[in-house]
């Protein structure tokens, strides 16, 4: 089978089609996860938050489970991919040393026929960021799904790190509008510059340059101009 290219589009809906697409011809998919982060430390804060962006097209009555959205508490792949994993394959869960909140939600996962699937693991902007894409095969056998990822590993690695590397683009394009000034206090802000030295520098007022901040730690999803920072320079918008 022909590999998708992802290189001829910047269109998030299309780059996500032609990867299930080709996961679902190829090797039985049903569903698929993508999400990122700009930072481990912001996931083991605060949890799920606008700093990680996610998409999924996961079965309904599965997201039921959760109350109608998808939590990644207590998520087994989660924490090893944070933990610097690259391939996790989700029948090998249950013989891992887990705590009972992940048991539990493995025996939710069990019930409604998620149990079979692989999460692959990927570090960006100099290893600070993780990302994390996830193919579920909807009851099907899970030695079976294991062996057929097992026997095209090199491919499917070539597949899930083009297409995250251009998905992952084309979210933040999607969701992060930052203007040209917020983008340039931001890395004013990163070179150590307080608001009143970025308002001199740029013949600005301070409260312009604070307002211009906040405006930015907003639009990231930031607690603090400091975290503003680190999402702006490892997602690329502020150099």
């Keep these: 089978m022909m590999l998708p290219d992802f290189t001829q589009t910047a269109d998030e809906n299309v780059l996500w089609e032609k990867l299930f697409d080709f996961a679902h011809s190829a090797y039985g998919v049903t569903s698929m996860l993508y999400a990122f982060t700009h930072s481990k430390y912001t996931v083991s804060r605060t949890g799920i938050m606008p700093s990680i962006y996610l998409r999924h097209n996961y079965p309904d009555d599965y997201i039921a489970t959760y109350g109608g959205e998808l939590s990644l508490d207590n998520s087994v792949a989660a924490e090893l991919i944070l933990a610097g994993g690259s391939h996790l394959f989700w029948s090998d869960f249950p013989r891992m040393e887990l705590s009972p909140g992940q048991r539990e939600r493995i025996a939710m996962d069990q019930a409604c026929g998620m149990n079979t699937g692989i999460s692959f693991g990927f570090r960006f902007g100099a290893n600070s960021g993780f990302a994390a894409l996830c193919w579920a095969s909807r ?101």
């Design 139 to 239: 009851h099907a056998d899970a030695h079976d799904f294991k062996q057929i990822i097992l026997q095209n590993q090199a491919e499917i690695d070539h597949v899930a790190n083009a297409f995250q590397i251009r998905m992952r683009a084309a979210m933040i394009a999607g969701r992060i509008r930052l203007t040209p000034r917020e983008k340039e206090v931001l890395s004013y802000s990163a070179g150590g510059m307080t608001a009143k030295q970025i308002g001199t520098h740029l013949g600005l007022s301070q409260k312009t340059v604070s307002n211009t901040l906040q405006r930015a730690r907003q639009s990231l999803g930031a607690v603090s101009t400091m975290e503003a920072v680190a999402k702006a320079l490892v997602y690329e918008l502020i150099v």
